[in-house]
């Protein structure tokens, strides 16, 4: 399984919005991030993508819930939701705030 997950980066979708515009874009890093929490390196992880973490949770949680027809409408998932958006933008103007492109 090590070996499969330390050769998954040669799979990872470019960015169109870096290739247009040589900027990251608020989502740069995710994919790389998700790729070391698999392999279980969760510093790494968050290094590569503070978000990456809050955004699987929110996901994970407003799929279930869909799936088990429960309350779309909770207050506690739109938390996540807006929690989760929150950490993205703060990321983003961070990074760009800082010159920690990728």
């Known amino acids: ?35 070391a929490l698999f392999q279980g390196n969760f510093l790494e992880s968050f290094q590569l993508y503070p978000p990456a973490i809050p955004f699987l949770l929110s996901a994970i949680a407003g799929i279930s819930v869909s799936i088990l027809k429960k309350n779309t409408e909770s207050k506690l998932l739109k938390i996540m ?22």
Do not use: E, W
């Open 81 to 102: 939701y807006f929690t989760t958006g929150a950490i993205v933008v703060i990321n983003y103007v961070y990074k760009i705030a800082t010159h920690q492109l990728h």
């Open 1 to 35: 399984m090590s070996y499969i997950l330390g050769k998954a980066d040669i799979f990872l979708i470019p960015c169109p919005f870096k290739y247009l515009t040589h900027l990251d874009c608020p989502g740069c890093g995710f994919q790389r991030s998700v790729l």
